[in-house]
């Protein structure tokens, strides 16, 4: 599990276990009605998962999902993200109607489902094409390289302050080789995640001296943008997890 719950939504984790991070849990029953498309599917309060039934439409390939809901955060998944290597994806409410897309494969199974808080209304609209999902070619290349430099920092302050593992001058070593990796990724990037990348740097410096606490709130937004935007590319950031297990 990441520290600090500082990614508001989901990662990939490797060597240790992992879960949907930022969004409201509840064991409530929803009230939920399930139509084929066009019509979609609508509900109040979370779906639990699985979730509830969403047909897809044969010969599909890739699904926009035109999601709205009333209040308060989101994260909508379709099928089982973890088994196909995709991404649940994530957001406010209040940003209106959102167009939530996946890959359909093989193996995506026909369920939906919805994590928002009690008593929140939701409809998900699907449109389906025979076209395949279209994977932003830079974005995912700069998805894979920052998910090492993520999990470095993670398991610096990790192997320092939860199993000591590491004491403070190999701490520092990593954070250093961790911090001059981000620099580089911040000069190269040729996606939208260069922005992010930039806020990062001087963030991360400023933590320097902090030992075992380089993952700090004080990175959430960069961390949340980079995220968001590598799961809706469907290319989740990998976390390799070196401690604990």
């Given at each position: 599990m990441l520290v600090?719950?500082?990614?508001?939504?989901?990662v990939?984790?490797?060597?240790?276990a992992g879960q949907a991070m930022g969004a409201p849990a509840?064991?409530?029953?929803?009230?939920?009605?399930?139509?084929?498309?066009?019509?979609?599917?609508?509900?109040t309060g979370p779906t639990g998962f699985p979730g509830v039934d969403f047909p897809l439409e044969a010969g599909a390939r890739s699904v926009s999902v035109e999601f709205a809901c009333s209040s308060g955060p989101y994260t909508v998944e379709l099928s089982d993200s973890m088994m196909l290597g995709q991404a649940p994806v994530s957001g406010e409410c209040a940003t209106g109607t959102a167009?939530?897309?996946?890959?359909i494969t093989e193996r995506t199974t026909e369920t939906l489902s919805v994590t928002v808080a009690e008593g929140v209304d939701w409809t998900?609209?699907?449109?389906?094409?025979?076209?395949?999902?279209?994977?932003?070619?830079?974005?995912?290349?700069?998805?894979?390289?920052?998910?090492p430099i993520y999990s470095a920092f993670m398991n610096a302050?990790?192997?320092?302050?939860?199993?000591g593992e590491l004491d403070a001058d190999h701490w520092a070593a990593r954070v250093d080789e961790a911090s001059a990796e981000l620099r580089s990724l911040a000069s190269s990037a040729q996606s939208e995640l260069r922005e992010s990348f930039d806020q990062l740097v001087p963030l991360v410096s400023a933590r320097a001296d902090q030992v075992g606490q380089v993952m700090h709130?004080?990175?959430?937004?960069?961390?949340?943008?980079?995220n968001?935007?590598?799961n809706a590319n469907q290319t989740p950031l990998i976390v390799q997890g070196e401690f604990g297990g």
């Open positions: 600090g719950a500082l990614v508001a939504a989901s990939v984790l490797a060597g240790c509840s064991t409530a029953t929803p009230t939920v009605s399930a139509t084929p498309s066009p019509d979609g599917v609508s509900g167009t939530l897309t996946w890959p998900a609209v699907p449109t389906f094409s025979d076209e395949n999902f279209a994977t932003d070619a830079a974005i995912a290349a700069d998805c894979e390289q920052f998910g302050d990790q192997g320092y302050t939860f199993y709130p004080d990175l959430d937004g960069p961390l949340s943008a980079i968001a935007a590598c």
